[in-house]
C-alpha cells in the first residue's frame, strides 16, 4: 500500500515536471519567434497561437504569430515543428490522439493561463 501510494505521487511528480518542461519549451520557442519576426520584419508581433495537429501519426507543435507591417497589413509567421510522443503531457497526448489528420487542438487559452500564473 505504501508503495502504491510513493508510486502515485512519484508518478504525479513526474507528469508535472513534464508539463512544466513542455510549458516552458513552448515559451522560450514563441520568445525566440518572437524576436526573430521583429528583427526580419521591424515590427512588433500583436499576438500569437499555438496548436498541435496530427498527421500519419506523427505530432507537430504549431507556433503562430501575427503583426502589420508599416503599411498596416496583417501578416501571420508559422514555425512547426515535430514533437515526439514522450514530450507531451499525458492530457494533451490523449486529446491530440483523437485528432483527425491536420486537425488542430488549439492551446492558446491554456498557454496564456501557463503564462500568467
Known amino acids: 500500500m505504501v508503495f502504491l501510494a510513493a508510486s502515485l505521487i512519484a508518478g504525479v511528480i513526474v507528469a508535472t515536471g513534464l508539463l512544466a518542461i513542455f510549458w516552458r519549451d513552448i515559451q522560450s520557442n514563441f520568445l525566440r519567434m518572437f524576436e526573430k519576426v521583429k528583427q526580419m520584419f521591424s515590427c512588433?508581433?500583436?499576438g500569437g497561437r499555438i496548436s498541435l495537429t496530427q498527421r500519419q501519426g506523427q505530432v507537430t507543435k504549431v507556433l503562430k504569430t501575427y503583426h502589420r507591417d508599416q503599411a498596416g497589413i496583417w501578416h501571420e509567421t508559422i514555425a512547426r515543428k515535430n514533437v515526439a510522443e514522450n514530450e507531451i503531457p499525458e492530457e494533451y497526448r490523449q486529446r491530440v490522439q483523437h485528432l483527425k489528420d491536420m486537425e488542430e487542438l488549439d492551446m492558446?487559452?491554456?498557454m496564456q493561463?501557463?503564462?500568467?500564473a
Not at 113 to 116: E, G, N, P
Open 108 to 110: 492558446t487559452e491554456e
Open 113 to 116: 493561463m501557463q503564462l500568467s
Open 44 to 46: 512588433e508581433v500583436e
